[in-house]
């Protein structure tokens, strides 16, 4: 309805997202958030199968390069090297659960479920959690203990080797994740790209771990481990934040800002009462309350119910279920 205004609405937002810190600012670099409605994709199974096929081929890159590092690991004793082989299985297990969750969000609603099941993607971010403190826990373990109990490390070159072999696989793995996962909305997906991008950035702390060792100070190596772990524990709050926000049904402020000024410049809406916005999924759900003159026919307030519901999925991303109630101001 822009139209009728005079107004261009085709706006694209860069949200804010916790970008407080050093890590926020690299994580904001790395990874642009937009929510260009231009990006929606209408077939749910589509995106759906998108996901699938994401989490198959990251489970089976991460996979490899875990084992290709576990080698190396058998054969060196770096700690350092130990705790980034543990967190990027842990990585690889978490594509498990996203599977689960992706498959199960195909299924239609039923008279128990009514929002059907794209919330289950949620609960699979949960265990993604759980596995981040787990790695960390047992990072750290190893770490301390090889402080009290130090045993040399052989084979540097390899050690440092297996660390590039880790920072590529796990380098790889986020790009295609991070991508897939804007295109299909799905913010799990977005997250684990992320976690598997931290990751590989830990993997370039054995390098310097091995290169410490090779220059004359073992004790560069389960310090590195330390430090691995610690990351780990950042990782961990930064996910854990995301996840229970989710299970609140926090969704971004400039979202709802958006959705009240699409609304608010739809020809017949007087004011915005209260827009309520959550996410079930990858799909945003919209209920608003808008009033309208007293005097508007029942035809004409349905064209506008239906106008709303244009201007919401043209400006806000990846929208599901809109409901809009139009009543007399």
Request: with cysteine; glycine share 10%; hydrophobic share 50%.
């Amino acid at each position: 309805m822009s139209g009728a205004h005079g107004h261009s609405h085709d706006h694209h937002h860069d949200h804010g997202h916790d970008h407080d810190g050093l890590w926020g600012r690299i994580t904001h670099a790395l990874i642009p958030h937009s929510h260009d409605a231009a990006d929606s994709i209408d077939d749910t199974l589509e995106a759906t199968g998108e996901g699938i096929r994401a989490v198959k081929i990251s489970l089976a890159a991460l996979g490899v390069t875990a084992l290709v590092q576990s080698v190396i690991v058998w054969f060196s004793g770096s700690v350092a090297l130990a705790a980034d082989t543990i967190h990027n299985f842990s990585d690889a297990l978490t594509s498990i659960p996203l599977w689960i969750a992706f498959v199960l969000s195909r299924r239609a609603a039923t008279r128990r479920y009514t929002h059907g099941f794209g919330r289950v993607e949620d609960v699979a971010g949960l265990f993604i959690v759980a596995m981040i403190a787990l790695s960390a826990v047992i990072a750290g373990w190893e770490a301390i203990r090889r402080l009290i109990e130090p045993a040399p490390i052989e084979h540097l070159g390899w050690v440092a080797a297996a660390g590039v072999v880790g920072f590529l696989g796990n380098e790889a793995v986020a790009v295609y994740r991070i991508t897939t996962g804007r295109r299909i909305g799905s913010a799990a997906l977005v997250a684990d790209g992320l976690h598997a991008r931290a990751d590989g950035l830990t993997s370039l702390a054995v390098v310097a771990g091995a290169a410490g060792v090779a220059l004359g100070w073992p004790l560069a190596d389960p310090i590195v481990g330390l430090l691995i772990a610690t990351s780990i524990a950042g990782i961990l709050v930064v996910a854990g934040r995301g996840i229970f926000r989710r299970l609140l049904d926090s969704t971004d402020p400039e979202l709802l800002d958006t959705a009240e000024h699409a609304l608010g410049h739809v020809a017949g809406i007087e004011t915005v009462e209260g827009v309520r916005l959550r996410w079930v999924g990858h799909s945003l759900v919209v209920d608003a309350d808008v009033a309208v003159e007293p005097s508007m026919t029942a035809a004409a307030a349905s064209r506008l119910v239906a106008d709303a519901e244009t201007s919401l999925r043209r400006h806000l991303p990846r929208v599901g279920h809109v409901r809009v109630r139009a009543c007399a101001a």
